[in-house]
Structures are given as structure tokens and as C-alpha cells.
T-cell receptor
Framework: DADVTQTPRNRITKTGKRIMLECSQT?????MYWYRQDPGLGLQLIYY???????NKGEISDGYSVSRQAQAKFSLSLESAIPNQTALYFC??????????FGPGTRLTVL | QKEVEQDPGPLSVPEGAIVSLNCTYS??????FMWYRQYSRKGPELLMY????GNKEDGRFTAQVDKSSKYISLFIRDSQPSDSATYLC????????????FGTGTQLKVEL
């Protein structure tokens, strides 16, 4: 089984809809991250969490919110989706070293 | 100017070639340097991790860091079609909030 899982893997939604992307991990890591990936822009950090009570904004948090329900679960919400939020979204975890472990990604399309 | 610059490619090489992938960066505080490999429709996976300057070798892969030039490289020897992927460099520093700064990735295709 994968250490970091994301659901859904693909999602098509309409402008103005609220959607939630979910991430679960079995690595036992405290630190979790949400990134979006766009062609030509690489990976941009949206939010990160050091533990259940510690959540921080990343470079591009506007229009997004997160919830850390447990050590193993970190959800990303788009309160009112817009077309320029169409992207590939990745969840990642980090252990004791500086390396991060990524989930398989969610491909989101906002029409 | 971006903190980390990486040529997007695409880079196409014949099987068996030596591949050189590079990133430059502007923030001299970066201490930890990583290379991730990303296959199409998959998440990035860690390939190499180095701290500070120097070389690190792992099988066909060698990572080099030159902090004086703010330049890092990944070399792939005897490249295989299975190496076809996008390669992302990433870097961080102590006190940087555990955040990684990524390059935009170089797309590599190894042809038979």
C-alpha cells in the first residue's frame, strides 16, 4: 500500500463550487504539505502543517483553506473554485530529514 | 528572478548516453539539495539528497553541489528509456520553515 494517498485522483468541478481534496499518510510523519503544480511554474507551496495544532500559509494560500484532522490526515479545500485553480495538487509528508514524500496527486479541473 | 532556475528542456538523448541536468540558485542560505524524479501522472519521488558542497553517488546517479557557484548537477550514466521523466531539483535551509524551493523541472527522454 502507498504511504501517502490522495483522494480523489481526478476531479472536474464548476466555478463557484466548494471542493475538498483529502490526503492520508501511514508514514507516521508530523509534517504535511500541500502543493500545486502548473506547467512552467514547478511546485508551489499552498499550506503546511507541523502538527495537528500548527498550520501555516505557504506562497499561494489565497483561495484555499486546510484542515489537519489527525496526524495522518490533511485536507485542502477550495471554498469557491475558479478556473485558474485548475492544476495538479500534491500532498507530501516530511520525516526527520529534509526530504519530502509525495502522494500520487489530484488532477483538478475547474470549468 | 526565481530563486531556483532550471532549464525545462525537453532534453532528448540516445540510450546509453551520459545525461547532465543542472540548477542554479540565488539564495546562499540553501544547505540541503535534492533531486526528485517525476514520471507522467505520478508524484515526485526522491532520487538524491546531499548536504552542502560535494559529490554523492548512487548507482548510475551522481549529484554534485558547488555552493561557491550556486550550482547543482545530476549526472545519469548509461541512461535507459526507463529514466525518461521530469527531474526536479529542490533545496532548503535550516530555519526556512522546513520548506522546499523547487526548480520548474527538466523533461528528459531517453530514446532507444
Amino acid at each position: 500500500d502507498a504511504d501517502v494517498t490522495q483522494t480523489p485522483r481526478n476531479r472536474i468541478t464548476k466555478t463557484g463550487k466548494r471542493i475538498m481534496l483529502e490526503c492520508s499518510q501511514t508514514k507516521g510523519h508530523d509534517r504535511m504539505y500541500w502543493y500545486r503544480q502548473d506547467p512552467g511554474l514547478g511546485l508551489q507551496l499552498i499550506y503546511y502543517s507541523f502538527d495537528v495544532k500548527d498550520i501555516n500559509k505557504g506562497e499561494i494560500s489565497d483561495g484555499y483553506s486546510v484542515s489537519r484532522q489527525a496526524q495522518a490526515k490533511f485536507s485542502l479545500s477550495l471554498e469557491s473554485a475558479i478556473p485558474n485553480q485548475t492544476a495538479l495538487y500534491f500532498c507530501a509528508t516530511r520525516g526527520d530529514t529534509d526530504t519530502q514524500y509525495f502522494g500520487p496527486g489530484t488532477r483538478l479541473t475547474v470549468l | 528572478q526565481k530563486e531556483v532556475e532550471q532549464d525545462p528542456g525537453p532534453l532528448s538523448v540516445p540510450e546509453g548516453a551520459i545525461v547532465s541536468l543542472n540548477c542554479t540558485y540565488s539564495n546562499s542560505a540553501f544547505q540541503y539539495f535534492m533531486w526528485y524524479r517525476q514520471y507522467s501522472r505520478k508524484g515526485p519521488e526522491l532520487l538524491m539528497y546531499t548536504y552542502s558542497s560535494g559529490n554523492k553517488e548512487d548507482g548510475r546517479f551522481t549529484a554534485q553541489v558547488d555552493k561557491s557557484s550556486k550550482y547543482i548537477s545530476l549526472f545519469i550514466r548509461d541512461s535507459q528509456p526507463s529514466d525518461s521523466a521530469t527531474y526536479l531539483c529542490a533545496m532548503s535551509f535550516t530555519g526556512g520553515g522546513n520548506k522546499l524551493t523547487f526548480g520548474t523541472g527538466t523533461q528528459l527522454k531517453v530514446e532507444l
